[in-house]
């Protein structure tokens, strides 16, 4: 009987690892999607709000109405910060106008927050990105202007 009791404890020694890390897992890249889906919702309203702008001056009206967009999610925060964004950087948060098929494209980049995670180190070794460039969320959200289906 004593044995048996001595088995279960080594069984739970070798298991508890794994299960911690699946969980962790789970938790890990729950917060990664969380922080996708924020993304990818300010990219879809910023692409809407820029859809309906019609212009009547030309391009560089059509900037500056582009910038207050943008204004608009100066402080926004993902949720989570397992990713880097800054959406006052037009690396990291631009919306441009396509004047051959007259559609609002609106581009994201957010990278992973490498301070103190190893989180970052192990997302970087899992993603196919070449070697020595580091993991990058891009996300391109393109949607038909107001100006072309009203002409």
């Keep these: 009987m004593r044995q048996q009791k001595s088995q279960v404890l080594i069984e739970f020694a070798l298991i508890f690892p794994l299960f911690l890390l699946l969980v962790l897992g789970i938790i890990y890249f729950g917060s990664l999607f ?3 889906l924020t993304l990818s919702s300010i990219a879809r ?9 019609t212009i009547s001056n030309g391009d560089n009206d059509r900037t500056s109405k582009y910038d207050t967009i943008r204004a608009k999610y100066k402080e926004q925060t993902l949720p989570l910060d397992i990713l880097t964004w800054n959406p006052a ?12 098929n007259k559609n609002v ?3 994201m980049n957010a990278s992973l ?3 103190g995670s190893m989180f970052a180190d192990i997302i970087n070794g899992l993603s196919n990105e070449t070697k020595g460039k580091d ?3 891009n996300i391109t959200y393109t949607m038909v202007s ?5 002409k």
């Design 34 to 36: 969380s922080d996708y």
């Design 89 to 100: 950087s037009k690396d990291d948060f631009d919306i441009n106008y396509d004047p051959t």
């Design 135 to 137: 993991f990058t969320l």
């Design 113 to 115: 927050n490498k301070n």
């Design 146 to 150: 107001e100006e072309n289906i009203q």
């Design 105 to 107: 494209v609106v581009t």
């Design 45 to 53: 309203s910023s692409a809407r709000e820029a859809s309906v702008i």
